[in-house]
T-cell receptor, first 118, second 113 residues
Framework: GAVVSQHPSWVICKSGTSVKIECRSL??????MFWYRQFPKQSLMLMAT?????????EQGVEKDKFLINHASLTLSTLTVTSAHPEDSSFYIC??????????????FGPGTRLTVL | AQKVTQAQTEISVVEKEDVTLDCVYE???????LFWYKQPPSGELVFLIR??????QNEISGRYSWNFQKSTSSFNFTITASQVVDSAVYFC??????????FGSGTQLTVLP
């Protein structure tokens, strides 16, 4: 199956700073990348979907200017949390989607990045 | 929104007991996929199963089994002879034509020694 890495695995930052999270699909060409967010004791919620070479689409309630997504290549997508605040503290997880069938490689997720904003 | 409902927030069992985790889903899609994931305290999601909407055959994998009932829109997960290492949060999820996953709220399973 697809191997997905995320970096960093955890990060602590001060309020107002920006944090970049990288998601790499190591053995699979990810034409699509799904970004999920999980607050403590809650479920995973889709934040946005990025497509290689084009703009990301954001779910309702997710600020596109705050969560910048770049998907410049088939193996790398980045999520930048700009001007982070304590309420952005969460577990961020990426999941690559391919150009194959409906569920092709949907079941693979990165190990997640735990963001804590002080 | 096409929801996935896991009504059991927390379940505690004693080791070696059987336990069933319930999952009910909504969908308007003809073709869809259902999943179960395990999330241990480390946070990394562990894929357990994917089932497509045309395959209602129940599946067994070791101590794990899944019961897919399209008539009741349910996809329940049973662990037989539970072990302490089974303690985790379990998520049920579905995907349709849009390919992204919609997750249930999760069930925290605690297996006591």
């Amino acid at each position: 199956g697809a191997v997905v890495s995320q970096h960093p695995s955890w990060v602590i930052c001060k309020s107002g700073t920006s944090v970049k999270i990288e998601c790499r699909s190591l053995d699979f060409q990810a034409t699509t990348m799904f970004w999920y967010r999980q607050f403590p004791k809650q479920s995973l919620m889709l934040m946005a979907t990025s497509n290689e070479g084009s703009k990301a689409t954001y779910e309702q309630g997710v600020e596109k200017d705050k969560f910048l997504i770049n998907h410049a290549s088939l193996t790398l997508s980045t999520l930048t949390v700009t001007s982070a605040h304590p309420e952005d503290s969460s577990f961020y997880i990426c999941s690559p989607g391919g150009s194959g069938g409906v569920a092709y490689n949907e079941q693979f997720f990165g190990p997640g990045t735990r963001l804590t904003v002080l | 929104a096409q929801k996935v409902t896991q009504a059991q927030t927390e379940i505690s069992v004693v080791e070696k007991e059987d336990v069933t985790l319930d999952c009910v889903y909504e969908t308007r899609d003809t073709t869809y996929y259902l999943f179960w994931y395990k999330q241990p305290p480390s946070g990394e999601l562990v894929f357990l199963i994917r089932r497509n909407s045309f395959d209602e055959q129940n599946e067994i994998s070791g101590r794990y089994s899944w019961n897919f009932q399209k008539s009741t829109s349910s996809f329940n997960f049973t662990i037989t002879a539970s072990q302490v290492v089974d303690s985790a949060v379990y998520f049920c999820a579905r995907s349709g034509s849009a390919r992204q996953l919609t997750f249930g709220s999760g069930t925290q399973l605690t297996v006591l020694p």
